[in-house]
């Protein structure tokens, strides 16, 4: 009776995974060795401000949850103690904190993979998405590029326009002091 209690949890704890991937913009498998508990609560922390969660799971367990989903090509990573970032809303802030947190800690690099968008990305890929700058920064720069070009054409056109009325101003003067 009790093994079928234990297969009812592990299926319930594959459901909560499944649920909480299914969710995920962006998913890193992690080595959570050396993190003693207040430094876990402390990244957890961190990481609930922008909407991501870092959990551990049994291989085993996560393998299932992710068997048939874009996220399957981790598979190979999950060998040994295994933690997952998910991250639900932002695709580069969770990632970036729990780098600058490995760093800070003076771990060594723990980052085993991650999917972003179906993709799978190596230990290096998920540093390099780490440095990109914040997505309201990224935005800026997208409205600055846009607008400098629209405000361009704007002189341009209206360069012609403000020569005349410079050119009839300065006439309308002459007029006047004659």
């Known amino acids: 009776m009790a093994a079928v209690g234990k297969l009812a949890q592990k299926q319930e704890t594959v459901e909560q995974l499944k649920s909480h991937l299914s969710k995920a913009t962006i ?3 992690a ?10 609560t402390q990244l957890r922390r961190e990481l609930y401000k922008e909407n991501a969660q870092f959990t551990f799971a049994k291989n085993t367990l996560a393998i299932h949850a992710i068997k048939d989903t874009e996220l399957e090509s981790l598979t190979d ?7 997952l970032l998910i991250g639900q809303a932002d695709q580069v802030a969770p990632v970036k904190i729990l780098t600058e947190f490995f760093k800070k800690n003076k771990k060594a690099n723990q980052i085993r993979a991650g999917v972003l968008d179906s993709k799978l990305l190596s230990p290096a890929e998920v540093e390099q998405l780490a440095k990109l700058p914040p997505i309201e920064e990224l ?24 020569g ?5 101003d ?6 006047q002091e004659a």
């Not at 080595?31 to 876990?40: F, Q």
């Not at 005349?164 to 009839?168: A, P, R």
């Not at 300065?170 to 007029?175: A, D, G």
């Open 164 to 168: 005349l009325v410079n050119v009839l």
């Open 31 to 40: 080595d959570p060795r050396g993190l003693s508990v207040s430094e876990l």
């Open 27 to 29: 998913a890193v498998v």
């Open 77 to 83: 990573s999950l060998k040994g103690p295994t933690a």
């Open 170 to 175: 300065q006439y309308s003067k002459r007029l």
């Open 139 to 162: 935005r800026g720069k997208l409205v600055g590029a846009i607008n400098a070009p629209l405000s361009g054409i704007v002189s341009v056109i209206s360069s012609p326009q403000r």
